[in-house]
C-alpha cells in the first residue's frame, strides 16, 4: 500500500509517536502549522513518489537488509508477503509502514505493515499485503519477487497505536477501507497480544474492547477474513467485527455472513460507538477517511481521539 501518513494534530507522544494523547503533547511545531503541513500533503493532487509525499513524516535512521521468506496471494489483487528481519535494532510499532528498497528499482515503496510487533519480536519476521498496480515496486512485488529475493527496508509513519502498561485504557474502533486494513490489521494484532499478556501475567496494559468496521467491494477483496475472525472467536467479549461489501455478485459463505452487512458502512454505526474512552483509527481511500473524521468531529469526539492514514 503507497501511504502517506498524517494524523490530526494532537495524536504524538513526544516525537516518536504512541496512542492519541492531548494536543499539549505536541511541542516540535505550532498546532496551527503543523495542521497546515500536513493538510497540504493531503490535499496534493499532484502524483508525488512515497518518499515525496512523506517527506515532513517521522523516520527511523536505520535502513535494514530484509530477505523475501514467503509469497502468497492475499486476494486476486492483493500479495501477501513475508520478510525476514534479521536486524535486531529494526523495531515498528503497531500501524507503522516501511520504506521500501529494491535492487535495481529506482523507485521506493511505502507499505503498511501488516503484522503485530511480537512477530518480529519472537521469530524476526515482518508482513506486507500489496495491491497490484503500475508502481514499479508494486510491479515488482507481483511480477518478479521470488523467495530470498533481497531487499531493504525502513521504518516511519506517525499514525500507530503503542499504549505504556500504565496508560488509561481505551477502547478502540477500527475504520477500514480496502487495502488500508493493512495498518489496522497490525493494531488489531497488537491489541490481541495486549489481551493475552493481560490474561497470562495478570499485568500490562489493561485494553478495552475492540471493534473493526471494514468495507471493501466484495468478499473476494475483503483481506486477512480468517485473521479477523479467529480473533472475534478468541475474544468475543472484547474483539468484534462489521464486515461490509459494496459490490458483492456472488453467494456469501456461510461462515461470513453473520458478519457481513451488504452496503456501504454508516455514519450511524460508528457514532453508536462513540464515547470518552474510545480511539478511533481510520485508513482508507481519501473520501471515506475525509468523511468518517468529519462525521467525527462533528459529532463532538476530541481531535486528539481521531487517528487517521490516507492513501493512494
Excluded at 494534530?9 to 505550532?30: E, V
Excluded at 496471494?73 to 529494526?90: G, H, I, N
Excluded at 514499479?136 to 531493504?152: F, G, K, R, Y
Excluded at 474502533?173 to 497490525?186: F, T, Y
Amino acid at each position: 500500500m503507497a501511504s502517506a501518513a498524517v494524523v490530526i494534530p494532537g495524536l504524538l507522544r513526544g516525537s516518536a509517536g504512541a496512542i492519541c494523547t492531548p494536543a499539549a503533547a505536541l511541542t516540535s511545531a505550532p498546532r496551527a502549522l503543523r495542521h497546515l503541513t500536513l493538510t497540504s500533503i493531503m490535499k496534493s493532487k499532484r502524483k508525488t513518489d512515497h518518499l515525496e509525499r512523506t517527506a515532513n513524516v517521522v523516520r527511523q535512521e536505520v535502513v535494514s537488509a530484509a530477505k523475501v521468506c514467503g509469497a502468497a496471494d492475499e486476494s486476486p489483487s492483493v500479495k501477501r508477503l513475508r520478510l525476514l528481519v534479521a536486524d535486531k535494532d529494526f523495531s515498528f510499532k503497531a500501524g507503522q509502514w516501511v520504506d521500501f528498497f529494491i535492487p535495481g528499482v529506482s523507485v521506493v515503496g511505502g507499505f503498511s505493515i501488516c503484522s503485530s510487533p511480537r512477530l518480529l519480536e519472537q521469530e524476526r519476521m515482518i508482513e506486507l499485503a500489496v495491491k497490484y498496480t503500475n508502481h514499479p515496486p508494486a510491479l515488482w512485488i507481483h511480477n518478479q519477487c521470488t523467495l530470498d529475493s533481497e531487499v531493504a527496508v525502513r521504518v516511519g509513519g506517525e499514525f500507530f497505536f503503542d499504549p505504556q502498561p500504565a496508560d488509561a485504557s481505551r477502547n478502540l474502533v477500527l475504520i477500514a477501507g480496502g487495502v488500508g486494513i493493512n495498518p489496522l490489521l497490525s493494531i488489531l494484532l497488537h491489541s490481541a497480544d495486549l489481551l493475552r499478556e493481560r490474561a497470562n501475567k495478570g499485568s500490562g496494559y489493561d485494553i478495552g474492547t475492540i471493534k473493526l468496521f471494514y468495507s471493501a467491494k466484495n468478499t473476494s477483496e475483503l483481506l486477512f477474513k480468517k485473521n479477523i475472525l479467529d480473533l472475534v472467536n478468541e475474544f468475543p467479549e472484547k474483539i468484534a467485527c462489521s464486515l461490509h461489501v459494496t459490490k458483492q455478485t456472488t453467494q456469501i459463505s456461510a461462515a461470513l455472513k453473520p458478519y457481513i452487512t451488504e452496503g456501504r458502512l454508516t455514519e450511524k454505526e460508528i457514532r453508536d460507538h462513540i464515547s470518552e474512552e474510545t480511539l478511533f483509527y481510520i485508513c482508507g481511500p481519501p473520501p471515506m477517511t475525509d468523511f468518517f473524521s468529519k462525521q467525527l468531529e462533528n459529532s463532538h469526539v476530541p481531535k486528539e481521539h481521531i487517528c487517521f492514514e490516507k492513501w493512494w
